[in-house]
């Protein structure tokens, strides 16, 4: 075993961005050294099942299976489902692939027998052949709540905001229902205090409605502040726009400058490095005066060597 596996990292994901180095991190590490928490702020209960949109995301590209054309769902996928559902009226604003059914189906099933959803979680992994562990940020339900400036909106959960509304609504603000009642998951906290950890990643996703909901929990927060291992960022701001979704759009409406020196302000006194593209070089400066240290390397994930290529850029930093 080479010295890069041997490192023990612990990640912070939400959906696309974050599964993307997240399998950068699963082709260069022992699997028993890569730990990923994901956002579960995002799931919701749709036709009867429990949908968890990013830890399905992040199986099913760690699995290799993956729609690389859409960026989410399952390649291969048909959709005689929504087309029966559509036919008789029923709620086809959010789409359930046939393929993806069995996933949801198989959790509903493990949910009706009394199982918790790490437990959840780790099945439909092993399911699909992945060796790492990936956590439910609790198992306790945490829903993100987008709030609208727009009176004819108000406050929308997540997934009618983020598909239903596509991201129309303007945003002044979020929540997270019941993360103060919630529990961080024992296994993530486990994680946060192994003595043999190299350092904490927080991957490039939404730092708002991906990361926030992670950091909202009870003691998260706390933990990060307190670590002495490493805690680096990658930034998914690239040219003052988002990769993919709606990153940048909140930044406006929010009225925070749309550049990765902003994200390092939003994650100052818990991080302790932010990785920003080579595009946004000239902002080392603006994110190094917030006491944060900054490293550029190129952040776009496009292909698979992308990936593994800032993955091993963030372990050669530690």
């Given amino acids: 075993m080479n010295q890069t596996e041997q490192k023990k990292i612990l990640c912070l994901c939400g959906g696309v961005g974050g599964a993307k180095l997240a399998l950068g991190f699963s082709q260069l590490l022992n699997p028993d050294n890569l730990t990923i928490v994901v956002n579960t702020g995002?799931?919701?209960?749709?036709?009867?099942?429990?949908?968890?949109?990013?830890?399905?995301?992040?199986?099913?590209?760690?699995?290799?299976?993956?729609?690389?054309?859409?960026?989410?769902?399952?390649?291969?996928?048909?959709w005689q489902f929504m087309e029966e559902l559509k036919k008789r009226g029923g709620e086809d604003w959010f789409l359930l692939g046939d393929k993806d059914l069995e996933t949801h189906k198989k959790r509903l099933l493990l949910l009706t027998d009394g199982n918790d959803l790490t437990a959840?979680?780790?099945?439909?992994?092993?399911?699909?052949?992945?060796?790492?562990?990936?956590?439910?940020?609790?198992?306790?339900?945490?829903?993100?709540?987008?709030?609208?400036?727009?009176?004819?909106?108000?406050?929308?959960?997540?997934?009618?905001?983020f598909?239903?509304?596509?991201?129309e609504p303007p945003v002044s603000g979020f929540y997270f229902h019941g993360a103060e009642q919630a529990t961080a998951n024992p296994a993530f906290v486990q994680a946060l205090e192994d003595p043999a950890l190299s350092a904490i990643v927080i991957c490039p996703s939404n730092p708002f409605?991906?990361?926030?909901?992670i950091l909202s929990?009870?003691?998260?927060?706390?933990?990060?502040?307190?670590?002495?291992?490493p805690v680096i960022a990658v930034s998914p701001i690239i040219g003052g726009q988002a990769v993919k979704g709606p990153t940048a759009k909140m930044m406006d409406e929010l009225k925070i400058p749309k550049t990765s020196a902003a994200i390092a302000e939003h994650y100052q006194g818990l991080i302790d490095t932010l990785i920003?593209?080579?595009?946004?070089?000239?902002?080392?400066?603006?994110?190094?005066?917030?006491?944060?240290?900054?490293?550029?390397?190129?952040t776009l994930m496009k292909s698979d060597a992308d990936k593994q290529a800032l993955a091993k850029f963030v372990l050669d930093s530690l």
């Avoid at 995002?42 to 036709?47: A, M, S």
């Avoid at 429990?50 to 960026?71: F, M, W």
């Avoid at 598909?163 to 991201?167: I, L």
């Fill in 217 to 229: 929990l009870p003691g998260i927060r706390e933990k990060l502040q307190q670590t002495k291992v």
């Fill in 163 to 167: 598909v239903r509304e596509k991201c």
């Fill in 42 to 78: 995002d799931d919701f209960e749709h036709l009867g099942f429990t949908i968890c949109p990013d830890i399905d995301t992040v199986i099913y590209t760690l699995s290799g299976r993956s729609n690389k054309t859409l960026g989410w769902g399952l390649e291969g996928e048909t």
């Fill in 276 to 298: 920003l593209d080579n595009t946004d070089s000239d902002q080392q400066q603006s994110v190094t005066a917030l006491g944060i240290e900054a490293l550029v390397t190129q």
């Fill in 209 to 213: 409605v991906s990361i926030d909901p």
């Fill in 120 to 161: 959840i979680t780790a099945q439909l992994a092993s399911d699909s052949g992945i060796e790492q562990r990936i956590l439910p940020m609790s198992n306790d339900p945490v829903r993100t709540i987008i709030r609208s400036s727009d009176p004819l909106f108000g406050d929308l959960a997540f997934q009618h905001y």
